[in-house]
C-alpha cells in the first residue's frame, strides 16, 4: 500500500512534469545546449530516473514498515 501510494504520487509528478516541460519549450530552448527540449530520448531518460527515485523513496520505508510487530503497535497506541 506503501509502494502503490507513493509511486502513484511519482507517476502523477513525472506526468505533470512533463506537460510542463512540453508547454515550455520555447522557454526551455534558450537554456539547452544540444538537444531540442522536446527529445523523446531525454524525456523518456529522465521520466525514468524519477519513477525509479519514487520507488527507492517509497520502498524504503514500506520495508522497514514490515518488520514492526502489530502487537507492539497496537499497545502502544
Same mark, same amino acid.
Given at each position: /500500500?506503501? #509502494?502503490? *501510494?507513493?509511486?502513484?504520487?511519482?507517476?502523477?509528478? #513525472?506526468?505533470?512534469?512533463?506537460? %510542463? %516541460?512540453?508547454?515550455?519549450?520555447? #522557454?526551455?530552448?534558450?537554456?539547452?545546449?544540444?538537444?531540442? !527540449?522536446? +527529445? !523523446?530520448?531525454?524525456?523518456?531518460?529522465?521520466?525514468?530516473? /524519477?519513477?525509479?527515485?519514487?520507488?527507492? %523513496?517509497?520502498? $524504503? !520505508? %514500506?520495508?522497514?514498515?514490515?518488520?514492526? +510487530? !502489530?502487537?507492539?503497535?497496537?499497545? $502502544? *497506541?
Amino acid at each position: /500500500m506503501v #509502494v502503490r *501510494e507513493g509511486m502513484l504520487l511519482g507517476v502523477i509528478g #513525472v506526468a505533470i512534469g512533463a506537460a %510542463a %516541460a512540453f508547454a515550455t519549450t520555447r #522557454v526551455l530552448n534558450s537554456f539547452l545546449y544540444g538537444i531540442q !527540449p522536446s +527529445d !523523446p530520448g531525454t524525456l523518456a531518460g529522465v521520466s525514468l530516473l /524519477m519513477i525509479l527515485v519514487a520507488a527507492s %523513496a517509497s520502498y $524504503w !520505508p %514500506a520495508r522497514r514498515a514490515t518488520k514492526v +510487530d !502489530p502487537l507492539v503497535v497496537l499497545r $502502544w *497506541e
